[in-house]
């Protein structure tokens, strides 16, 4: 990736860190993309806000109900059971009990999810939906609201880092936005991994996220600092846990408190390249944003703007000033 003006940023910290790929991967629920595979016949195009995010991804769709021979329409499915681990079951007696389908139809996808960057499940499915899925304790019982789709559960044990999110939860801006980072710092991930792991590109690789991951959890961020602290052996594992770190941070938007925090950081860097008054209205700038009487994309673009001009490449390599492609706006009403 490189810096804000283009250049590259340097052998100091950049050695070994392999750029992040321009266009991830992820897998969707095929009935939002438009694919009639409902159990109505129908699709759910209308719950996915395509416009926001379709230039940034390659979606590769799955319907795990049609994918285990379904028809469409279909008799709907449920999850049913008392012990934490519900069973998803046709209405159908004739098709009864899919759940085994579902999951196998999971495992034999596994080659093709490892190879995605992220996934975008379908809401309240028993199949898809990520959480807070309808789930009948007993077929007369009324439903409580904490069941996992089968097909998001199974995606979720084998591949516990990779950024899953529910298509609703996509039209609130801050998590639009927290999504799609974690997607392009996932993507990043994996194609430094499959470089494969030294101290140095690890070392690299946490430089460039330093001030995302402090945005997001301070408390994360020195984890990360003690986690890398010696390298001399076990790279490998500490990389593993240093994924699971950072995505487990990334889940969730970054407040507005943590945001001033990293700004602040950043603004630091400034200090000794631009003048007194320039320096006062960047600070006014970053506690109008906290105020919330301007949106954060202003504060960034003068905050890139003074770091083009200045020799400051750890700063200007930071991915906080550059989590997705600018193009897609997705910092312009945070
Ligand atoms: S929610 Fe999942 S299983 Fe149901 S139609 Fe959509 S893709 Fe298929």
Request: hydrophobic share 40%; proline share 6%.
């Amino acid at each position: 990736m490189p810096n804000l003006d283009g250049s590259n940023p340097g052998n100091r910290f950049d050695v070994e860190c392999v750029d992040r790929p321009e266009r991830p991967r992820i897998g969707i629920s095929a009935c939002l993309t438009g694919a009639e595979v409902r159990y109505d016949g129908g699709h759910k195009r209308s719950s996915f806000p395509h416009n926001a995010v379709a230039n940034l991804f390659d979606f590769v769709p799955f319907c795990p109900e049609t994918g285990i021979g379904l028809p469409t329409p279909r008799p709907i499915i449920r999850l049913i059971g008392r012990d934490g681990a519900p069973r998803a079951m046709s209405v159908d007696p004739s098709v009864g009990d899919v759940t085994t389908a579902i999951q196998s139809f999971a495992a034999n996808r596994a080659a093709m999810i490892d190879e995605l960057d992220g996934f975008v499940l379908m809401k309240n499915s028993p199949s898809c939906g990520l959480e807070r899925v309808k789930r009948y304790p007993d077929e007369d019982a009324h439903a409580v609201r904490d069941g996992i789709g089968v097909f998001a559960a199974s995606v979720m044990e084998r591949f516990p880092h990779l950024p899953l999110e529910e298509s609703g939860r996509l039209f609130n801006l801050d998590w639009r936005e927290a999504f799609v980072a974690r997607v392009f710092a996932y993507a990043h991930w994996r194609v430094n991994e499959a470089a494969g792991w030294t101290a140095s590109r690890l070392i690299a690789f946490h430089s460039r996220y330093k001030y995302l991951l402090m945005a997001h959890a301070q408390g994360r961020y020195r984890d990360a600092g003690r986690l890398l602290a010696n390298l001399e052996t076990g790279v490998e594992a500490r990389a593993a846990d240093y994924i699971a770190l950072l995505m487990d941070a990334m889940r969730t938007p970054i407040s507005r408190g943590g945001h001033v925090n990293a700004l602040a950081h950043l603004q630091g860097y400034l200090k000794r390249h631009i003048d007194g008054a320039a320096r006062q209205e960047m600070a006014a700038l970053i506690d109008d944003f906290r105020r919330g009487a301007v949106p954060l994309l202003n504060v960034i673009t003068l905050l890139r703007h003074h770091l083009s001009r200045v020799d400051e490449p750890y700063a200007k390599a930071q991915v906080y000033l550059n989590p997705h492609p600018r193009a897609a706006g997705l910092r312009r009403n945070l």
